[in-house]
């Protein structure tokens, strides 16, 4: 141990209790961040998945350029197949089908344009949330009956009810005309009213008859086990298509793009409020450091009449500023890691969040991510803006005259 720290060390401790109100502003601090970091990453990840589960997924199969420009006839052959080579590849049976078309869709009394969605009714199930929002009725029996599941403003729109028949009118993949009927054998309420009245299902099989898609689809939607397995997921899915140069692979952040800057955003903003926690830290301690300045200037008129540099003094303010902030990444970070180490575990909800999550069949409790990132992100910039403040009474002692120092009472 250098003598500096040393002597470092030895003036905190002669005022305990200012030292330990100010390690203790660093230490609360440290533990909010850590929780508060943790907590916006969990709940990032939450929000990712509830948002790329509900239709999304976390990457889709699509004909190159189909993200861009979707049209009918950028389809992809043999699609039903094609997902089960993809599902056997992965392991993993969050894979499904899907064939993606526009209808005019009448009732005895009215009529409204839609999106008509065909779906696997086997696996559909594993990378969408819609068909757990089924209120009234259920989901489809067969990958080929004549069957239609809608949202409930469309059902109120429309006046129908479960076992009452629809009129589809569109236009097929070769630019035929497309007509069928199907009967309402399910209705969702997903709470956002645009997906309830302008978006439909129907099983895979009766949409590729009825819009002359013979046998092909638009896109296979893959969920990954986790959001971190997303890239690896990515690598095995495109060996199965290296034989198929017209197809692509696209990730949620090419499918979303609106998604990561939201959270981007989100981020950006809730660093204001951290850096305002920040700041009083970091006034805390250059109020702790100038007063233990002042308080010696006659002590430090004596060190410097005997030889000591100023720099060398300047330098034990800072070297008592790092040992204090030390103390309070030290003990603030480890609170921070077993509070949301514990949380990570039993979840964290607040008032209403059960209600919320039942209605829009979601996660009823979040879970902080707890990372090196979110550990040391918060305490790093707290201990950093510390040793800012403690620049100011260091330059004080660089003007410093021993002479006027000493005489100070």
């Known amino acids: 141990m250098t003598i500096t720290l040393r002597m470092a060390w030895r003036n905190l401790w002669r005022h305990k209790r200012r030292t330990w109100l100010t390690v203790g502003a660093m230490i609360f601090s440290n533990l909010i ?31 190159e350029g189909y993200n861009e420009e979707p049209k009918m006839r ?3 052959d043999a699609i039903i197949s094609l997902a089960g080579r993809v599902r056997d590849q992965l392991g993993n049976e969050s894979v499904a089908a899907r064939g993606v078309a526009f209808a005019m869709t009448s009732s005895e009394e009215r009529s409204y344009g839609l999106q008509i969605i065909g779906v696997e009714p086997e696996y559909e199930p594993k990378v969408s949330t819609l068909p757990g929002l089924i209120t009234r009725g259920g989901y489809f029996t067969g990958l080929n009956t004549e069957e239609i599941i809608i949202g409930a403003v469309l059902a109120r729109n429309l006046r129908v009810g479960i076992g009452d028949e629809l009129t589809l009118l569109g236009s097929g993949h070769d630019g035929s005309f497309a007509a069928g009927i199907a009967i309402v054998t399910g209705i969702f309420e997903s709470g956002i009213a645009e997906i309830d009245r302008s978006m439909a299902q129907l099983p895979i099989g009766y949409f590729q008859d009825l819009f002359g898609m013979e046998g092909r689809g638009h896109n296979i939607v893959i969920n990954a086990a986790d959001l971190s397995e997303v890239e690896s997921a990515k690598q ?21 793009p609106g998604l990561k800057q939201a959270i981007q955003a989100d981020f950006t903003s809730a660093w204001f409020m951290y850096g305002v926690l920040i700041v009083l830290v970091a006034f805390s301690v250059l109020n702790t450091q100038l007063m233990s300045v002042l308080e010696r200037t006659r002590e430090f008129g004596v060190m410097m009449a005997l030889g000591v540099k100023p720099a060398r003094l300047g330098s034990l303010v800072i070297t008592e500023t790092a040992v204090m902030s030390g103390l309070g990444l030290a003990i603030g970070a480890l609170l921070g890691i077993v509070m949301t180490w514990y949380l990570s575990i039993v979840g964290f909800s607040y008032p209403g969040m059960e209600d919320m999550a039942e209605r829009f069949n979601l996660p009823d409790r979040m879970y902080p991510s707890l990372s090196i990132l979110s550990i040391m992100l918060g305490p790093s910039v707290v201990f950093v803006f510390s040793l800012l403040a403690s620049i100011y009474p260091a330059i004080r002692l660089f003007f410093l005259q021993p002479v006027t120092a000493m005489r100070a009472v």
Not at 39 to 62: E, V
Not at 242 to 253: A, F, G, M, T
């Open 33 to 63: 961040l850590v929780f508060s970091i943790s907590l916006q990453l969990g709940s990032y990840q939450m929000m990712i998945d509830n948002s790329l589960k509900s239709y999304t997924g976390h990457m889709q199969i699509q004909r």
């Open 74 to 76: 950028s389809s992809i």
């Open 236 to 256: 095995s899915v495109s060996s199965v298509l290296k034989d198929r140069d017209e197809l692509v692979v696209l990730d949620w952040e090419l499918l979303q």
